[in-house]
């Protein structure tokens, strides 16, 4: 199974400021046939299921606002928060789904206001 | 709009079985493969199992595997988790979560239900 791992756990990040968060799989998610990675972002705020974000690694789910933004390719992706609003308080799980399942999801980040 | 709403979560004891639902609406449920996903309390998210648009290919997590069957009523728009010899560890919150297309296309969840509450404890 593809195994995901997300850095930091957890971090502290000034209203305003940028927030980056990590996501490595322990193989390719990148599908050669149609060059498109298959990793997904969402968002879990305290006592709701999660919501999408971003999709195909890059791609920001109809509604989302433009602040978050995903990059990378292959093995190594990050979400980025441009400039952190109190309502962005949450955990961010990045997940495969690349190929037949199982599917996998990070452990999560928890993403605070300092 | 799309709706999810599971159903049927409880408290059951160990070794006992439990059947949850999820209620679609708002799209044409049978055109998209369904997965179920859980969070025990506290902790992250658990992929647990997935199947078709037509109910013919399944896919189980080896932590359920042999335990649970997924299976899905198109003709009532309910995707369905039969659970049986369950274990403390199976206490969590299960999600059922629509993916953005069939198999075999491997797509992301773009829609998710509130989700229902199982525990298992004596």
């Known amino acids: 199974d593809i195994v995901m791992t997300q850095s930091p756990d957890s971090l502290s990040v000034s209203l305003g400021e940028r927030a980056t968060i990590n996501c490595k799989s322990s193989q390719s998610l990148l599908y050669s046939s149609n060059n498109k990675n298959y990793l997904a972002w969402y968002q879990q705020k305290p006592g709701q299921p999660p919501k999408l974000l971003i999709y195909w690694a890059s791609t920001r789910e109809s509604g989302v606002p433009d602040r978050f933004s995903g990059s990378g390719s292959g093995t190594d992706f990050t979400l980025t928060i441009s400039s952190l609003q109190a309502e962005d308080v949450a955990v961010y799980y990045c997940q495969q789904h690349y190929g037949i399942p199982p599917r996998t999801f990070g452990q999560g980040t928890k993403v605070e206001i300092k | 709009e799309v709706q999810l709403v599971e159903s049927g979560g409880d408290l059951v004891q160990p070794g006992g079985s439990l059947r949850l639902s999820c209620g679609a609406s708002?799209?044409?449920?049978?055109?998209?493969?369904m997965s179920w996903v859980r969070q025990a309390p506290g902790k992250g998210l658990e992929w647990v199992s997935g199947v078709s648009g037509g109910g013919g290919t399944t896919y189980y997590a080896d932590s359920v595997k042999g335990r649970f069957a997924v299976s899905r009523d198109n003709s009532k728009n309910t995707l369905y988790l039969q659970m049986s010899s369950l274990r403390a560890e199976d206490t969590a919150v299960y999600y059922c979560?629509?993916?953005?297309?069939?198999?075999?296309?491997?797509?992301?969840?773009?829609?998710w239900g509130q989700g229902t509450l199982v525990t298992v404890s004596s």
């Open positions: 979560a629509k993916e953005r297309s069939d198999y075999p296309a491997n797509r992301d969840f773009d829609y």
């Open positions: 708002g799209f044409t449920f049978s055109t998209y493969a």
